[in-house]
């Protein structure tokens, strides 16, 4: 894959993309921001305000959830002595 230059043209692309996503993405959410924070067109905001308080806690369940899945695992492990 490498040797025939297919490996550099699939990073290129990726990068390509994931940086036209986080483009887009800061975008998105710099507008989502400053909707409430301004104050105007109020019902735009009681609609997107719950949404963004309700992800306010996704990362910190998603920051949990590999030290969870480690700790149920290895005490599953170790009571198991056929693993």
Do not use: H, Y
């Not at 969870?68 to 693993?83: E, P």
Request: with cysteine; charged share 15%; hydrophobic share 50%.
């Amino acid at each position: 894959m490498a040797a025939n230059g297919k490996l550099l043209t699939d990073t290129i692309a990726t990068l390509r993309v994931s940086a036209l996503g986080f483009v887009i993405g800061c975008a998105a959410a710099s507008g989502l921001a400053v909707l409430p924070a301004g104050g105007f067109r109020k019902r735009a905001t009681q609609a997107i305000e719950p949404f963004i308080l309700a992800s306010m806690g996704i990362s910190e369940i998603r920051a949990d959830a590999p030290g969870s899945i480690l700790l149920v695992r290895s005490s599953v492990i170790g009571r198991r002595s056929s693993w």
